[in-house]
T-cell receptor
Framework: QKEVEQDPGPLSVPEGAIVSLNCTYS??????FMWYRQYSRKGPELLMY????GNKEDGRFTAQVDKSSKYISLFIRDSQPSDSATYLC???????????FGPGTSLSVIP | DSGVTQTPKHLITATGQRVTLRCSPR?????VYWYQQSLDQGLQFLIQ???????AKGNILERFSAQQFPDLHSELNLSSLELGDSALYFC??????????????FGPGTRLTVT
């Protein structure tokens, strides 16, 4: 079993839809959770960062962490074609530990 | 633009050869991380340097080595290349090291093709 699992997609949604992206993980020691966005052939870009359980909102993006279920989510409201990218969840045990990435979910937002 | 630069953008070489990938971190960042991204393995952490010293090691092969220089730029050396080494290699940088630095800024990557 991989440490971090993510549905690879592809996920295709119409413009304006609410998108839900999810990751599950097996290591209960993970405390720091991140979401990265990666456009084709570009470097990943940090979107959201959360510590421990709870929600965090930033504009159209909301990150949720449920440590009891070992499940994290990223919600994108009012999705735009420019949101079309691969979304990688990532996590680490401590603030200085190595980051473990999920395999990524490919998202297409259709105009 | 993240402020992290990587050269070259593309590299095509033959099996058995050796290549060097270069990374310049963002101004002020002391940590440099190297990652390998392939279609079947996803983004894999290779190694981290902090202010010139190796800080953490991931799934880095013995044929691979890295270093961080006094000016904080870093080089990743890949030797005895195999077809399976073909991948995107990313460098990332962050401000801190042991005190924690969750924000890693990624460079544009070097696409390595081994033929």
């Amino acid at each position: 079993q991989k440490e971090v699992e993510q549905d690879p997609g592809p996920l295709s949604v119409p413009e304006g839809a609410i998108v839900s992206l999810n990751c599950t993980y097996s290591n209960s020691a993970f405390q720091y959770f991140m979401w990265y966005r990666q456009y084709s052939r570009k470097g990943p870009e940090l979107l959201m960062y959360t510590y421990s359980s709870g929600n965090k909102e930033d504009g159209r993006f909301t990150a949720q962490v449920d440590k009891s279920s070992k499940y994290i989510s990223l919600f994108i409201r009012d999705s735009q074609p420019s949101d079309s990218a691969t979304y990688l969840c990532a996590m680490r045990r401590t603030s200085y530990d190595k980051v473990i990435f999920g395999p990524g979910t490919s998202l297409s937002v259709i105009p | 633009d993240s402020g992290v630069t990587q050269t070259p953008k593309h590299l095509i070489t033959a099996t058995g050869q050796r290549v060097t990938l270069r990374c310049s971190p963002r101004s002020g960042d002391l940590s440099v991380y190297w990652y390998q991204q392939s279609l079947d393995q996803g983004l894999q952490f290779l190694i981290q340097y902090y202010n010139g010293e190796e800080r953490a090691k991931g799934n880095i092969l013995e044929r691979f080595s890295a270093q961080q220089f006094p000016d904080l730029h870093s080089e990743l050396n890949l030797s005895s290349l195999e077809l399976g080494d073909s991948a995107l290699y990313f460098c990332a940088s962050s401000v801190g090291g042991s005190e924690g630095s969750y924000e890693q800024y990624f460079g544009p990557g070097t696409r390595l093709t081994v033929t």
